[in-house]
Antibody, heavy 123, light 107 residues
Framework: QVQLQESGPGLVKPSETLSLTCTVSGGSLNNYYWSWIRQPPGKGLEWIGHIYSSGSPSYNPSLKSRVTISGDTSKNQFSLELTSVTATDAAVYFC?????????????????WGQGRVVIVSS | DIQMTQSPSSLSASVGDRVTITCRASQSVTRFLNWYQHKPGEAPKLLISAASTLQTGVPSRFSGSGSGTDFTLTISSLQREDFAIYYCQQTHGSPPTFGPGTKVEIK
């Protein structure tokens, strides 16, 4: 079955760039939407953005100026870059796949998630 | 952004209890409302999509209902493996947003 695994540095210095990769195993990046979601300590889940296959990114307006999501179908991976990080960017970062379905209109849910990558922001 | 609230924020219940969690949206999300279960250290799990569609493999003791702004997740007979945090999520508006979660603990 399809599995997702986040990887990347667990410690990032303030003002630097957070970079994470999600590797898709047991399936293909093609023809699906893929998202990044984060959860700061003690807080709720926040959608960061998504990508379709390896293109057409869409971002949360609250983070849009600092986020880039890209995909590499040859490696079956998609990545997150978040620039100019501060302590408020410390969180567990999840990658997830979209399940699209029709129910009185097209919608979606996140049907497969990675286990999450803890990222600390500290000098 | 559409704001999601959940109540209660936490609850204590015993195995076999019936548990109901409420999710409310700040504006109508029609039926574009999903429920997730999250256990610490694990990947979140999609339980219910489109307000009431049970995902494959999810036990039938879980059910969802509602439309518009008010939704419920019901566990008809709580089992030990159900102790977790439950989140609702709307996908009617962009960005998609989640509720703050309801922690279900053992009494």
């Amino acid at each position: 079955q399809v599995q997702l695994q986040e990887s990347g540095p667990g410690l990032v210095k303030p003002s630097e760039t957070l970079s994470l990769t999600c590797t898709v195993s047991g399936g293909s990046l093609n023809n699906y939407y893929w998202s990044w979601i984060r959860q700061p300590p003690g807080k709720g889940l926040e959608w960061i953005g998504h990508i379709y296959s390896s293109g057409s990114p869409s971002y949360n307006p609250s983070l849009k100026s600092r986020v880039t999501i890209s995909g590499d179908t040859s490696k079956n991976q998609f990545s997150l870059e978040l620039t100019s990080v501060t302590a408020t960017d410390a969180a567990v970062y999840f990658c997830a796949r979209h399940l699209r379905f029709y129910s009185s209109g097209w919608s979606y849910a996140f049907d497969i998630w990675g286990q999450g990558r803890v990222v600390i922001v500290s000098s | 952004d559409i704001q999601m609230t959940q109540s209660p924020s936490s609850l204590s219940a015993s195995v076999g209890d019936r548990v109901t969690i409420t999710c409310r949206a700040s504006q109508s999300v029609t039926r574009f409302l999903n429920w997730y279960q999250h256990k610490p250290g694990e990947a979140p799990k999609l339980l219910i999509s489109a307000a009431s569609t049970l995902q494959t493999g999810v036990p039938s003791r879980f059910s969802g209902s509602g439309s518009g702004t008010d939704f419920t997740l019901t566990i008809s007979s709580l089992q030990r493996e159900d102790f977790a945090i439950y989140y609702c999520q709307q996908t009617h508006g962009s960005p998609p947003t989640f509720g703050p979660g309801t922690k279900v603990e053992i009494k």
